[in-house]
């Protein structure tokens, strides 16, 4: 039997296009969803940082390689597969990941 989960869908899989990022608000949450190779990364919206949001403008969260997440405040890359910072002045910490799950082509929050 799968996960319980609750029913606040963030989006549709079809809202992120491979290689993209999107940004998404709910219940007064900000998060990040990223679509690379299929899959389907979501994180906080919220540098480890300081606590700022990441985006430098709406949906645009990755470097100009898309192949990290890029903070636009002070620059700051992060792993999109694990949220792990590699370069910038928070360096080893992370992104805070968010669970979640899919149904019917939706992501919901677990």
Known sequence: MSKAFN????CHLNDIPEGTSLGIERENDAYVAVKKRGQIYLYRNSCPHIGIRLEWQPDQFLDADKTLIQCANHGALFRIDNGLCVAGPCIGD?????EFNISEERIYLL
């Open 7 to 10: 029913k606040i869908a963030l």
């Open 94 to 98: 992370r992104l805070e990941i968010v």
